[in-house]
């Protein structure tokens, strides 16, 4: 199974600005994800990276609000743009391996004020 | 509705109980089924992956699919108070999208 990382765990900022969170695997993976987790609701997917191609966003989403880099298969980040109180959320990446099993981060847990 | 429905719990048992944790599901196209296990803070942790109706086993806990009523189940014997955590099941048809369940809180008692 790999092994992922998330920077930073946790943070707490001002309506209005933004939060670049950084998930970094210990192996290269072609697949990542980003997924918002509220609470009392279900994990929901952000986008999928991969890497040498334009993220896809899901209905909901968008690149102007979730913008999302994937410069290498070890690395992604998701930027949280011109935030508001709504946004505050756990934010997980998570990645596939060759067996199609989704493998998640420890979470970054956003609060907006 | 949603795609993947599950029981919010809190369910609290006390340590030795055999747990069952139910999903059900409406997307017939669902062909993969997991079960992952949440601590408080930390992000999820596979703990099943099945593809197939018919119950898989891995120590403790038991991973049951039945595509017919598109129910999904996990039984977990002699649970214990470290197994107390947030229980997500997940489905997948096969193009690489998860749903998730919004996941029962399982508390075991000592």
């Known amino acids: 199974s790999a092994v992922i990382s998330q920077k930073p765990s946790r943070d707490i900022c001002q309506r209005g600005t933004s939060l670049t969170i950084q998930c970094q695997v210990d192996?290269?993976?072609?697949?990542m994800f980003w997924y918002r987790q509220q609470p009392g609701q279900s994990l929901t997917l952000i986008a999928t990276a991969n890497q040498g191609s334009e993220a896809t966003y899901e209905s909901g989403f968008v690149i102007d609000k979730f913008p999302i880099s994937r410069p290498n298969l070890t690395f992604s980040t998701l930027t949280v743009s011109n935030m508001s109180p709504e946004d505050s959320s756990i934010y997980l990446c998570s990645v596939e391996d060759r067996a199609d099993t989704q493998y998640f981060g420890p979470g970054t847990r956003l609060t907006v004020l | 509705q949603k795609e993947v429905e599950q029981d919010p719990g809190p369910l609290s048992v006390p340590e030795g109980a055999i747990v069952s944790l139910n999903c059900t599901y409406s997307?017939?196209?669902?062909?993969?089924f997991m079960w992952y296990r949440q601590y408080s803070r930390k992000g999820p942790e596979l703990l099943m992956y099945t593809y197939s109706s018919g119950n898989k086993e891995d120590g403790r806990f038991t991973a049951q699919v039945d595509k017919s009523s598109k129910y999904i189940s996990l039984f977990i014997r002699d649970s214990q108070p470290s197994d107390s955590a947030t229980y997500l099941c997940a489905s997948e048809a096969g193009y690489q999208k998860v749903t998730f369940g919004t996941g029962t809180k399982l508390q075991v008692i000592p």
């Open positions: 192996s290269q993976v072609t697949m």
């Open positions: 997307n017939s196209a669902f062909q993969y």
